[in-house]
């Protein structure tokens, strides 16, 4: 019997809103992939994403018109050349490293991690808000090892000195989501050095970001919206320190595994990092960040609600899947 697809969204409400430079979410809304052989289901999940374009109706058509590839053998290699990267791949491709996991009784992780894999820590959170609001999240969070602070706004000094002040023992990743430009980024980067910050991400517009190959980094900078496949690295050598991989950008784990060895080889620091969604949607994901330098895969710990059986957190540590989740 032909392997069988199909894709459904699914809604899940967060505990309270999530905010970024480009707006605020309530609820994680994401699309999951099931492919089928024999009785035997792999699943994959992926969170569509405005800022690139998709909507959770144009990611589950776009999905569903892989269909008669799918039923008529299509492997993960033959996918990353017959679909571009974004969510819709990123769906398809878990849903067949999850599948062919289950029918050959071997993990995922046996090929995709050089060690066995074992609890990573990661950056919990801080929404973007009013610096006392966000001072007090911080400070609840103080005892993580990583945070990971949403800024972005023409003037973030405010901020930046609460959290530092809230949370002295944390590493800081501040998360700009393109939100400053070349009138106040110098300004910023002094004062995150100043502040002992540990990384700045996407700081600039992905389209205006050549400001970075000709000012002084005094904190790392990490691209994120800048970078979604290896093919975008070569191009970002001289402007960012580092690179977040996220499986909806790449387009699944399998082009994931290939652009974190190559960015390695050129350099760069590297963050696995994910949209908010579920553990479905993390689990491949921490499998590939056995070996990163920064881990931001708390997506789970936004939801009122989780998928059961989900990762599990415990403190700042994260999980690899169990073989009910994934892989």
Avoid at 166 to 181: M, S
Wanted: glycine fraction near 8%; aromatic fraction near 4%; charged fraction near 25%.
């Amino acid at each position: 019997m032909p392997r069988q697809l199909h894709a459904q969204i699914d809604s899940f409400p967060l505990t309270r809103a999530f905010t970024i430079s480009r707006g605020a979410k309530t609820s994680a809304e994401v699309v999951t992939c099931t492919i089928t052989e024999n009785g035997v289901s792999g699943r994959g999940e992926c969170v569509p994403y405005k800022r690139y374009g998709e909507t959770v109706e144009g990611v589950v058509e776009a999905i569903e018109a892989f269909n008669d590839a799918i039923a008529s053998g299509m492997s993960r290699e033959e996918l990353q050349d017959a679909m571009a990267a974004g969510a819709a791949r990123n769906a398809i491709d878990c849903a067949l490293w999850d599948l062919d996991a289950r029918l050959s009784g071997n993990r995922v992780s046996t090929l995709a991690c050089r060690i066995l894999p074992r609890p990573v820590p990661t950056a919990v959170t801080i929404s973007l808000g009013d610096p006392a609001d966000m001072a007090d999240e911080a400070r609840a969070h103080s005892s993580q090892k990583l945070l990971k602070v949403k800024v972005g706004t023409s003037d973030d000094r405010a901020r930046m000195h609460a959290v530092a002040s809230a949370a002295p023992n944390a590493e800081i990743i501040l998360d700009a989501n393109e939100g400053w430009d070349e009138s106040n980024i110098r300004e910023h980067l002094l004062l995150a050095a100043e502040l002992h910050i540990g990384l700045i991400e996407q700081p600039l517009p992905a389209d205006k970001d050549e400001i970075l190959a000709h000012i002084p980094h005094p904190v790392p900078i990490c691209a994120d919206e800048s970078v979604h496949t290896l093919a975008d690295l070569e191009s970002l050598v001289d402007r960012y320190d580092a690179i977040n991989i996220k499986l909806d950008k790449t387009g699944g784990l399998t082009e994931a595994l290939r652009m974190r060895d190559h960015a390695r080889e050129l350099g760069f620091g590297v963050m696995i990092g994910c949209m908010v969604g579920t553990s479905l949607a993390m689990a491949p994901a921490v499998l590939l960040a056995q070996d990163a330098d920064w881990v931001d895969l708390d997506g789970p710990l936004l939801l009122a609600r989780d998928r059961s059986p989900g990762l599990v957190y415990a403190g700042s540590l994260v999980s690899p899947p169990s073989a009910e989740l994934w892989g």
